[in-house]
């Protein structure tokens, strides 16, 4: 095993894999990535995988646009032999209350800025866009036909891969059970296997980061949240956009393979480590999905299971420089919207650890914001 | 997938329609994590969930690394055990009633 690094990065999901390239394409050598468990073993490997750029902020949609970007030429970018599927179907965003309808059209205004081809539909034209919806009590929707949904696993693959092709090592079934720091300073992490010495730690473990940063005395506002996911078994292609409520808290696409992936938050779930499945879920899930989308009754749900977000008080990311602990970089707590921005903020990330200006402002998702009480509000998430 | 003649393929998951070619060749790049076979290749992701590939997969798996299978950790399965339909479960329609 490396017993020194330049750079190591903490957790195998798409946003240290995503970190990891950027920064060996931009020239940084010696870095390791150490994951505890297999890539994707985390919320990555376990998540809706749908990519929007509909957001209610003009930094978040500027994240999403670029990453959007990315995505469409990923696999020529990384040169990856495989394809990370990457369907651009549409989203389409309901609105059952007056709130939301007003809501969704400032959040057009903002999009419309920034060049994303956002409309708003009426009930009528969105079932034009998903003919089996049911409209009953929907006042209108959004739609925006370049979202999507891609392949988690191909594509947190391609970004290993690449960054492995660069010279990365990329070391998995090692646990990291500490961080060394001294005088202010990171010097190294403890893993199961051993001591790598280290001048520069970047920590993107999800939920788990807040437990790491702990052994050198740095308490994160991050805590897991369970969310709950389940696949019905591949059908032919009848659904092309992801369709998803903020008001019954789902979304729901028919991802290429031809399977549905189709998921429900719950605002009452204890804060904690759990990723059991429930069949409280399976229920829930079902009753609200084949109210909205009545064919898909007929649908035989294949697997269900589990993911944690970590979540942050305003519900967005910490990215940037941990204070006081010079070499310690954080980028975590993306709650439910971590995947479809991993292309940005893994090359965001890799300006700002090499000290070079960043393509696009990230001072908004500093650490301090939450002592400053300087919380980033985002209207759209789920 | 496979362009092969039919007569030439041998499929290891029956769900997915996966080769034991297509194996192989997965586990001669180095992919020799069950875990990571599952999530790039498919296999054992159909509505079996593994039942008929997985004891194949690992006999494979523990000939190609030399492993012993007793060492080779399985994947989890998942509930619900036998595909059951979203109208049941929103408590709407008989189990079979349409298939
Ligand atoms: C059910 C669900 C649905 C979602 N749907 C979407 C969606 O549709 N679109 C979207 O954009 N986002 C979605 N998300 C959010 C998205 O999955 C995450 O924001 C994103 O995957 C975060 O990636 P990550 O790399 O930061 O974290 P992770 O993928 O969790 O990676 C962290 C890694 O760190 C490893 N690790 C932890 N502790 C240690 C340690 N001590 N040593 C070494 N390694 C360690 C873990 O094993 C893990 O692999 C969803 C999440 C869930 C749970």
């Known amino acids: 095993m490396k017993k020194t690094a330049d750079y190591v990065v903490i957790g195998g999901g798409v946003i240290g ?3 990891a390239y950027h920064l060996a394409q931009k020239g940084a050598k010696n870095i390791a990535l150490i994951e505890k468990k297999y890539l994707t073993s985390g919320a990555t490997g376990r998540c809706g995988a749908g990519v929007r750029m509909q957001f209610g902020t003009e930094t978040n949609c500027l994240l999403a646009k670029h990453s959007v970007e990315l995505f469409e030429n ?4 990384l040169s990856y032999d495989g394809s990370i599927e990457f369907k651009q179907g549409g989203y389409l965003l309901l609105a059952y209350t007056e709130k939301m309808v007003e809501q969704f059209h400032k959040n057009l205004g903002i999009q419309h800025q920034l060049g994303i081809p956002s409309s708003w539909v009426t009930p009528e034209e969105a079932k034009e866009i998903v003919p089996y919806l049911n409209t009953q009590g929907l006042l209108g929707a959004t739609f925006c036909p370049k979202d999507g949904h891609c392949n988690p696993f191909k594509t947190t693959d391609a970004y290993a891969k690449a960054a492995q092709k660069l010279g990365v ?6 646990e990291v059970t500490e961080l060394l720091a001294q005088e202010g300073r990171i010097k190294g992490v403890r893993t199961r296997e051993g001591i790598i010495e280290t001048p520069v ?14 052994t050198i005395g740095i308490e994160l506002p991050i ?24 008001y019954h808290g789902l979304y729901c696409q028919q991802v290429p393979h031809g399977g549905f992936v189709m998921g429900l938050g719950d605002p009452n779930e ?9 069949w409280q879920f399976l229920h829930e899930m079902a009753a609200k999905a084949t109210f909205i989308l009545p064919p898909l009754a007929n649908l035989r749900v294949v697997r269900q299971w589990a993911g944690l977000y970590d979540l942050t008080p305003d519900r967005q990311q910490i990215l940037g420089s941990v204070p006081g602990c010079e070499g310690f970089h954080l980028a975590a707590g993306f709650s439910g919207h ?21 393509s696009l402002p990230i001072q908004m998702f500093d650490f301090s914001r939450f002592e400053r009480g300087d919380l980033f509000i985002e209207p759209s998430v789920v | 997938m496979s362009q092969k003649d039919e007569n030439d393929v041998t499929i290891l998951c029956r769900c997915e329609d996966i080769t034991i070619e297509e194996v192989r060749s997965y586990i001669q790049r180095g992919i020799t994590d069950l875990e990571q076979l599952k999530r790039l290749l498919r296999v054992g992701m159909g509505p079996c969930q593994g039942r008929t590939c997985t004891p194949l997969l690992v006999n494979e798996l523990a000939r190609a690394t030399g492993q012993e299978i007793k060492r080779i950790h399985l994947t989890v399965f998942r509930q619900p055990t036998t595909p059951v339909k979203l109208g049941v479960l929103a408590g709407g329609t008989d189990h079979e009633e349409n298939s």
């Open chain 1, 17 to 19: 894999c995503s970190i």
């Open chain 1, 74 to 77: 990923l696999e020529e970018e």
């Open chain 1, 169 to 174: 090592e990329i070391m998995t079934y090692t």
């Open chain 1, 201 to 214: 730690v970047i920590l993107c473990a999800g939920s788990y980061s807040r437990d790491l940063a702990a």
């Open chain 1, 223 to 246: 805590t897991p949240e369970r969310h709950q996911i389940l696949v019905t078994e591949p059908v032919e292609k009848m659904q092309e956009p992801m369709v998803m409520s903020f």
């Open chain 1, 270 to 278: 204890p804060k904690e480590y759990n990723y059991n499945g429930s």
């Open chain 1, 338 to 358: 971590g995947f479809m921005i991993a292309p940005m903020t893994g090359k965001l990330m890799a300006e700002h650890i090499l000290g070079e200006p960043t």
